[in-house]
């Protein structure tokens, strides 16, 4: 599902060229189904793991593998769909503001051609389940941050990716909205979606045990 072999990525400095490495030798393999926490430090090089799982980015040296296409092969022009399979969601919520909770969801849909009915089918369904039934016509800011942080994931499953990447999907809301966030991606996962989960909190993985790897410096340190 993921395989990371070897991964070694530097980012360019200002003039074009690489600067240092910010991930290094970076070895592991994801299998479908799973889930998984990505544990380090602030700096440590989650988000770069994860933009390298999300295909937004190639490695410097080394092969990223995911769902079963290896990046140094892939073709810039079948990025874009290999990038609708893997739903993400990020630090920030990213949601668009001027478009109605309603929209923000059904965005992904329209976009693949997908039919209305359907469209109205579907969302009826996720609204359902992250438990914003009767506020579909709100805009984000009419919500709270838990509920903002609900719709976000909403948007990232509405496609039924095979894979879910969480970038701290948790790290501003409180305790309870943090459980209740952590058990819909629980939930995606119970029902057959690969995920990986972002976190510097060490509460989240005590509370979901699974396996977690913890970067340091760019390396994995602890795979378990
Ligand atoms: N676009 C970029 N250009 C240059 N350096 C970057 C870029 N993005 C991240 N870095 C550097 O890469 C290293 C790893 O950053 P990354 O964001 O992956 O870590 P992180 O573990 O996700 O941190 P945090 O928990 O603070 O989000 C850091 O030293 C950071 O400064």
């Given at each position: 599902?993921?395989?990371?072999?070897?991964?070694?990525?530097?980012?360019?400095?200002?003039?074009?060229?690489?600067?240092?490495?910010?991930?290094r030798?970076?070895?592991?393999?994801?299998?479908?189904?799973?889930?998984?926490?990505?544990?380090?430090?602030?700096?440590?090089?989650?988000?770069?793991?994860?933009?390298?799982?999300?295909?937004?980015?190639?490695?410097?040296?080394?092969?990223?593998?995911?769902?079963?296409?290896?990046?140094?092969?892939?073709?810039?022009?079948?990025?874009?769909?290999?990038?609708?399979?893997?739903?993400?969601?990020?630090?920030?919520?990213?949601?668009?503001?001027?478009?109605?909770?309603?929209?923000?969801?059904?965005?992904?849909?329209?976009?693949?051609?997908?039919?209305?009915?359907?469209?109205?089918?579907?969302?009826?369904?996720?609204?359902?389940?992250?438990?914003?039934?009767?506020?579909?016509?709100?805009?984000?800011?009419?919500?709270?941050?838990?509920?903002?942080?609900?719709?976000?994931?909403?948007?990232?499953?509405?496609?039924?990716?095979?894979?879910?990447?969480?970038?701290?999907?948790?790290?501003?809301?409180?305790?309870?909205?943090?459980?209740?966030?952590?058990?819909?991606?629980?939930?995606?996962?119970?029902?057959?979606?690969?995920?990986?989960?972002?976190?510097?909190?060490?509460?989240?993985?005590?509370?979901?045990?699974?396996?977690?790897?913890?970067?340091?410096g760019g390396r994995l340190v602890?795979?378990?």
């Amino acid at each position: 599902m993921v395989r990371f072999s070897r991964v070694a990525l530097a980012y360019p400095d200002p003039r074009g060229r690489p600067g240092p490495a910010v991930l290094r030798d970076l070895s592991f393999t994801l299998g479908e189904g799973s889930f998984t926490w990505l544990l380090g430090p602030s700096g440590a090089g989650k988000t770069s793991v994860l933009r390298l799982m999300q295909a937004a980015l190639r490695p410097t040296e080394g092969e990223v593998e995911l769902l079963g296409i290896p990046l140094s092969r892939a073709r810039r022009r079948d990025l874009p769909a290999l990038r609708r399979r893997i739903g993400t969601v990020h630090q920030e919520f990213r949601l668009l503001s001027h478009l109605t909770a309603w929209d923000n969801v059904a965005l992904p849909l329209r976009l693949a051609g997908v039919a209305e009915s359907t469209v109205r089918a579907d969302l009826a369904e996720l609204f359902d389940w992250i438990g914003l039934a009767g506020k579909e016509e709100r805009r984000p800011e009419e919500l709270s941050g838990g509920e903002q942080q609900r719709l976000v994931i909403a948007r990232a499953v509405v496609t039924r990716p095979a894979l879910l990447v969480a970038d701290e999907p948790t790290s501003d809301l409180d305790a309870r909205q943090a459980r209740r966030t952590l058990a819909l991606l629980s939930e995606m996962n119970r029902q057959g979606t690969t995920v990986v989960v972002a976190t510097h909190s060490e509460d989240l993985p005590a509370r979901y045990p699974a396996r977690a790897l913890a970067l340091e410096g760019g390396r994995l340190v602890a795979d378990g």
